[in-house]
């Protein structure tokens, strides 16, 4: 039996306030959307079965390079990360499995799986962590991991992403996802083309130790750490990473690591018509990689990315099934309130992108009607899906109105009593 944090009843209650509401809203809505021939059942189902995970680093308290500010009842170690996650799960019934960051999230394998299992949790992709230095690890990061001059240092960080494949195995998961801050801050600080070949030997050294029904993920990032190159730059770079190592490998896109202005949807598309796209990293930003809240700044480039998706899926492009995870840092508000929005935002922009009328969107490409297929998305985007995205939740158990239920369940309240406060962190540069 499911171990539950916040109470059934409480949840029931609430629903029970909405349901009329909602029960109206509904209705008004299949109505609407039957005059343009959709059935609001079949995109009530899609949604229903679409799922991100979240990532165990998301419900603590993020921070910037200047400072920390430790929220109310942080979570301690990863059995209370898993604790808040499952709140999230419970409330959304979209968040079903946990994205772990070793050695973060590093315990016995089988108390893991227990505790995930006995919360109604699965496990998603694992994350390697060769960014920052672990306290009893022997070489440091500083200079880089997978493509350091030192061939020590490279093979502790190989043999690193192995044990993180290692634990994966044991408790489930059938993914690694590989990022690094490797690259220089100065003109000639290290030779490019040396840097990435002892990147791409380090990886396929990785790669061999991959489970046969497993899938490697490389993470591109424009900048930061390192502020004048990165090892692993842009999705060309990282097409190239995928291509070289094998089947198994693929992208992985974070919305919040490209230059400004860059057209993701269009590199969505590019990887998807050569099947090297493995999977998203959801969360938004305005000037570079700020990891703020999914859809919060820009929801319509996110509903255009959701249509690459939808357009992939409506023409049944083959082992077409790619990765969806939120990964964002949470500054100002409590973080499970933040991902349950993410969350909620993500499913808002898929089923938008189910509306699309494809039929009467290719005759517009093909006729050149710039204004009319710009419409035609538009349409999609403008129709308010808000009650498509309640019912899935109340089919599966969810809430009508998942911010509204946590706050009123107290649920921070209660675990910042049994929780320890943190300590306040300062950052790096002052």
Known sequence: MVELRISSELIASENNRLLTAHKSDYEALGAHLDRRGIDIDSITRKVAEFFVAVPSWGVGTGGTRFARFPGIGEPRGIFDKLDDCAVIQQLTRTTPNVSLHIPWDKADPKQLRAHAEALGLGFDAMNSNTFSDAPDQKYSYKHGSLSHVDQATRKQAIEHNIECIEIGASIGSKALTVWIGDGSNFPGQSNFA??????LDSMAQVYKSLPDDWRIFSEHKMYEPAFYSTVVQDWGTNYLIAQTLGPKAFCLVDLGHHAPNTNIEMIVSRLIQFKKLGGFHFNDSKYGDDDLDAGSVDPYRLFLVFNELADAEDRGVQDFHPAHMIDQSHNVTDPIESLISSANEIRRAYAQALLVDRKLLAAYQDENDALMASNTLKQAYRTDVEPILAEARIRAGG????????????????????????????????
């Open 194 to 199: 040396k840097s990435f070949e002892r990147y």
């Open 399 to 430: 809430s009508i109105d998942p911010i509204a239920t946590y706050r009123n369940s107290q649920y921070r309240q209660k675990i910042g009593k049994e929780r320890p406060a943190s300590a306040a962190g300062g950052g790096g540069i002052i």
